[in-house]
């Protein structure tokens, strides 16, 4: 098995590479989606972020209001911290179950993961990323795309782009990079090159 870091700033494609190394046979983990998850009905942090926030956050459902708690660790990095501290060891436990069942050794897993340079995400687990892929665009592109595919507002999409790391961090860490800066075709092809070194990869790793 070979898990994969892939990460990306707001507007870059790093979704489409996803859906692109699935159709290559990826196994994809949305970080995202399991940080919703455990806010869920029943999901890990609930009982802990009512715990730490109050019942103010505690939604109609048995799960997080995530509005009511937005309001609270919005632009306050100590509140932020301390939801970090809860969630962040929550979403790497559903990391690891999600690998585990997936009981393989021919597996190449993606972590899909927009804060994998600010965070111990993917890393601080039993099946930690060996290798991180970053996605990146040009800036107006990408505010073209969050703008007419999202409905971001240009300043708001700037804002949100300037609080993630930049570039230079992300490559600090990258063992590949795709530049998403032409049509789908050529994405398509940068993502075939990349499936094809990822698969040479894991022949080399189960040798």
Do not use: C
């Not at 993961?113 to 111990?120: F, T």
């Amino acid at each position: 098995m070979l898990i994969v870091g892939l990460t990306g700033g707001m507007g870059v494609g790093k979704s489409t590479v996803a859906s692109l190394l699935s159709d290559h046979g990826a196994e994809i983990i949305d970080v995202d989606a399991l940080g919703r998850k455990i806010l869920e009905p029943g999901g890990l942090a609930v009982s802990p972020v009512i715990d730490r926030f109050g019942p103010g956050v505690a939604g109609t459902d048995g799960g997080i209001n995530r509005a009511a708690l937005a309001e609270i660790v919005f632009g306050d990095e100590d509140q932020l911290a301390a939801l970090e501290q809860i969630s962040h060891p929550a979403i790497n436990e559903l990391m690891d179950q999600t690998v585990e069942a997936l009981k393989t050794a021919d597996a190449i897993v993606v972590y899909d993961m927009a804060v994998l340079v600010e965070s111990r995400l993917g890393y601080d687990t039993n099946h930690p990323y060996e290798v991180v892929v970053v996605v990146e665009a040009p800036m107006a592109e990408r505010l073209e795309r969050l703008q007419t595919q999202r409905g971001i507002e240009r300043d708001d999409a700037l804002a949100r782009i300037e609080s993630q790391a930049s570039d230079d961090e992300r490559r600090a860490v990258a063992q590949f990079i795709i530049a998403n800066g032409g049509d789908l075709a050529a994405l398509g092809d940068a993502t075939t090159e990349l499936w094809g070194q990822l698969e040479q990869l894991l022949a080399s790793k189960n040798s």
